[in-house]
């Protein structure tokens, strides 16, 4: 078995032989693997983890209002750039480009309601908040030609990529494309928390600073509820908070979101991956970790040049074991959240749950284009008439899990303002101006078709067959 120094050494020449990217791309992956190499694993002793105080976690009802002045708030703005992280594909929805090009409502993809919302800042007050996208080689050719349907409106679109590092072969630790694989498969794009060196690298760092922006909002371009918060801007502001992390409470469904906690005083993200066994259903209780990570982050771009010029945001590495073609690979990924420890003065905000309305999956997509919501200056709104703080859960059957075969099962999407639960499984199909109500279960026996006619009111019901309907 090779030694961690022999794998280096072999490894180190592989990369300098890689034509397709950088030198910053090639410091940057040789870095991470010897981190990893040298077992630097961030050890977390639970009984050193404290709960957060409300200093630490700021209640977002506590934050000042919003200064009413439009030339104050004009102020706020022009400190103000939006970073969206653009590098998934909606592979998982059966889609072939950028994720954030998929429709989400009234015709509107991710990307117009970002733009939207954006456009509707600057008209109103005369600011200049740019919009910039973090790409991946995955996602950049299709983005470059998406944004130029912008180019009539009033910001500024600016689009780089996050760095390209090779997957390394398990069994001999050398870059897929140096045996041949030059192809995307050879490649991945290394989490998002290389968003940090990817903005210095791309030199949009030193630009934004340049036009004397202070504060990134990096969000994911698949979130319609990370949108601009005046209100947390201006608390950044004026307590000079170097780094926020936008946390909402939990619920049983958010096993995955990491949460915040203080330790050997500082502030610190806590993922499932760092704990230990023994601990695992602790961490996934609600009563003692309350709160997870949104992944809606603002950070001070004075203190990001200051920490990767001085190369200290090392974050914890993330293995991802995958296969390519049978053969066994691994990608070393990082999360920009947990870059929250290197930060002076960092604190989390528990914002409400209507900050964090993810699009993963076309169940997702179902609560976001029924008429739970509505659409405002591309703002999607939730609809008052829904008494229960809480959305329906949702669980589509694999026969709905691709966006175009999810689309053609529904005539019309279903009423959903009064359902708590819904399960759908099975050759189903839905007519027109449908009601679901209550605790909703249709899952149609095999080789049977069901079809739920135009006009249906189902409440409390499950149902197999024609005969249940």
Not at 302 to 331: F, S
Request: aromatic content about 6%.
């Amino acid at each position: 078995m090779a030694t961690a120094t022999e794998k280096l050494s072999t490894l180190q020449p592989a990369v300098a032989g890689l034509n397709e990217i950088s030198e910053n791309e090639k410091s940057g992956f040789i870095n991470l693997v010897s981190r990893y190499l040298s077992g630097e694993a961030q050890h977390v002793e639970w009984s050193k983890i404290q709960t957060p105080t409300d200093e630490v976690v700021v209640p977002y009802d506590t934050l000042a209002p919003t200064p009413d002045d439009d030339s104050e708030v004009k102020n706020l703005l022009d400190k103000l750039a939006v970073l969206k992280l653009n590098g998934g594909l909606g592979t998982t929805m059966g889609c072939t480009g950028p994720k954030s090009v998929i429709e989400v409502r009234d015709g509107l993809t991710f990307l117009d309601l970002i733009v939207i919302q954006i456009e509707n800042l600057n008209s109103k007050y005369g600011s200049n908040v740019p919009l910039l996208l973090m790409n991946s080689f995955n996602t950049h050719d299709d983005t470059q030609k998406i944004i130029e349907k912008y180019q009539n409106s009033n910001i500024e679109i600016h689009t780089f990529n996050q760095s390209q590092y090779p997957r390394l072969v398990v069994e001999d630790f050398v870059p897929l494309p140096s045996k041949g694989r030059t192809d995307k498969d050879g490649w991945y794009p290394p989490g998002h928390g290389d968003v940090f060196p990817s903005l210095s690298n791309s030199g949009k760092l030193d630009a934004l600073l340049s036009q004397g922006k202070e504060y990134v909002f990096v969000a994911n371009s698949d979130n319609l509820g990370a949108i601009v918060d005046l209100k947390i801007l201006h608390h950044l502001i004026q307590n000079k908070n170097e780094y926020c992390m936008e946390v909402t409470p939990k619920t049983l469904a958010d096993v995955k979101g990491g949460t915040l906690i203080s330790y050997e005083e500082r502030v610190q993200l806590l993922e499932i991956a760092q704990v230990e066994d023994e601990h695992v259903n602790e961490f996934k209780s609600i009563e003692k970790f309350k709160i997870f990570n949104t992944n809606n982050l603002w950070v001070n771009l004075n203190a990001v040049k200051r920490l990767v010029e001085a190369d200290a945001l090392k974050m914890e590495i993330i293995p991802n074991p995958k296969e390519v073609d049978g053969i066994k690979v691994l990608q070393l990924e990082t999360a920009a959240g947990a870059a929250i420890r290197f930060f002076d003065k960092a604190i989390g905000i528990n914002v409400p749950r209507s900050r964090f309305l993810p699009v993963k999956a076309t169940s997702d997509l179902l609560l976001v284009q029924s008429d739970l919501y509505t659409l405002e200056n591309g703002f999607v709104i939730r609809n008052k008439a829904r008494t229960n703080p809480e959305n329906p859960s949702i669980e589509l059957g694999p026969e709905f899990k691709k966006v175009s075969n999810f689309l053609g099962r529904f005539k019309s999407i279903p009423s959903i303002v009064e359902l708590d639960t819904l399960k759908v499984a099975g050759d189903v199909w839905f007519g027109a101006g449908v009601i679901l109500k209550g605790k909703v279960s249709i899952v149609a026996k095999p080789d049977v078709k069901l079809e739920v006619p135009d006009g249906a009111v189902i409440a409390d019901k499950e149902i197999n067959g024609p005969e249940d309907l």
